[in-house]
């Protein structure tokens, strides 16, 4: 722990990169764990455009109950500890893989989305993006503006990165001299490249984690239990 508080207070731009894990301390379950909790589809099968096309109303049933979870759930004091470190400017910016929008609500202002949001809805007809911050009202909501149908504003199974998040996510890794690695299986790709594009331009891997995961080969150090309890005590060291 000591270590991984000293390389933090000695960097010049310490990156958080998290995933599902972070968030499942707050009550949000991993996207495979919603697996046997929602009805008898597998979620693979929801979140694919094929399947949004095919039935609209099914997927917005889905993704509405995944708002209300996300909506109902609190930042866990992993989170906090996240933004406590930008608020103390000792890190620079959180890429998130998660869409709950957990760490902005805990205070984090520089966090990039790597699969999209929860709260953003996208009109398949002009294209047109919605900011929202309770659950959708009614299944499917349609666009204001051209009555076509609305989008949850996720990245799909088959979809590609946004590129516009994705770029930026790797400038940050390329910059970064350590990057706090927090509750990700490292199994998802493109977004588990980015660790190892840090790694290879020489930054230091400090990963959090319950468990080890395809990344922690990788690593410099491991610190091994939830986020919302190790987090806090690394922001403790940090002063």
């Known amino acids: 722990m000591k270590e991984a508080a000293e390389l933090l207070k000695k ?27 929602w009805k008898n589809y597998k979620p693979e099968e929801l979140a694919t455009p094929e399947a949004f096309s095919r039935d ?12 209300e979870i996300a909506y109902k759930a609190n930042p866990n004091p992993g989170h906090l ?23 902005q609500r805990a205070g984090n202002k520089h966090v990039i989305e790597l ?15 919605f900011q929202i911050e309770k659950p959708v009202d009614e299944v499917p909501p349609r666009c204001e503006s051209c009555g076509s149908l609305l989008r949850p504003g996720v990245v799909w199974f088959g979809e590609p990165l946004p590129q516009r998040e994705y770029s930026i996510a790797i400038e940050l890794m ?3 001299d350590v990057v706090l690695v927090v509750g990700t299986s490292g199994l998802v790709y493109p977004a588990a490249y980015l660790p190892q ?14 468990e ?28």
């Not at 594009?197 to 319950?210: D, Q, S, T």
């Not at 080890?212 to 002063?239: M, Q, R, Y």
Request: include cysteine; charged fraction near 20%; charge should be positive.
């Open 11 to 37: 960097s010049k731009h310490a990156v958080v990169f998290t995933g599902a894990g972070i968030s499942a301390e707050s009550g949000v379950p991993t996207f495979r764990g919603f697996g046997g909790l």
């Open 174 to 176: 390329e910059k970064s």
């Open 115 to 129: 699969h999209g949001s929860l709260w953003r809805l996208r009109c398949v007809g002009c294209g047109a993006v």
């Open 56 to 67: 609209p109303i099914l997927v917005w049933q889905f993704y509405r109950w995944r708002q």
């Open 81 to 103: 500890a996240i933004a406590k470190m930008e608020s103390m400017g000792v890190v620079k910016a959180v890429i998130t893989q998660n869409v709950d929008g957990l760490h």
């Open 212 to 239: 080890e995961s395809a990344l922690t080969p990788l690593v410099d150090i491991f610190l091994k239990g939830p986020a919302g309890e190790v987090l806090p005590k690394l922001v403790e060291e940090l002063p």
């Open 197 to 210: 594009l840090a790694k290879e331009k020489g930054a230091k891997l400090i990963e959090v984690n319950v």
